[in-house]
């Protein structure tokens, strides 16, 4: 097996793809050869599990300590995006309850990116929630739990750019006719904190991409059996 092949982030893409090379060494072997049993009394698959079950233990606790950090920090975010609506740069009006600012381009800016913010973080906090309440089985590593990892991780990094853009916005109405140039400062450096997060967290975020899409083609077609 090349070591590219093992090369990914986290036991539990490793143990996908092991999986995935034990069912694509299924295809190519006789259908008698997946029934015959060894002098131990265990069948291809059986031993396959016996020999990797420290591995999908460790596959689980990674997958299930991810998601559970990942859930705290959308779950903040959540509540922080909740919070911000209703509590709208400007105030309100006092006759008739309506935002000061709702006619100003910014502030529909913020609104967008607070709302974007808030369900791509309640998506996030659903996936991840799946994760935690799923049975963590040899085949769901295959597939379910990576593209569950993969939807919560992208709607988490949605979020977190939605809620830095409401901040952003939010400077800019308060305090542009108050300030020269340190809203603008202000907006770029808010860019800081979603940078630094891309970089981090990127290579999980290939990975899971490249074990949910394009694990299935890392065998050429056209294989014939042994037979």
Known sequence: MPPSFLRVSGAA?????????????????????????????????QLFSEEHKLLLKEGERWMRDTANYCMIVATLIATVMFAAAFTVPGGNNDNEGTPIMLKLKGFTVFVISDAVAMFCSIVSIIMFLSILTSRCNEDDFLVSLPKKLLFGLTAL???????????????????????????????????????????????????????????????????????
């Open 13 to 45: 893409l490793r143990l996908q793809r092991e999986i995935l090379w034990f069912k694509e060494v299924e295809k190519i072997v006789p259908p008698s050869f997946l029934r015959m049993k060894n002098n131990d009394e265990k069948t291809p698959r």
């Open 157 to 227: 990094f949605a979020s977190i750019v939605g809620m830095l853009v409401a901040f952003a916005a939010t400077f800019f109405l308060v305090y542009n006719n108050h300030m020269a140039w340190q809203p603008k400062l202000i907006a770029a450096i808010s860019g800081v904190p979603v940078a630094l997060f891309g970089c981090l967290h990127y290579k999980l975020w290939w990975d899971t991409v490249k074990s949910t899409y394009w694990s299935k083609f890392l065998f050429k077609p056209g294989k014939h059996r042994l037979y």
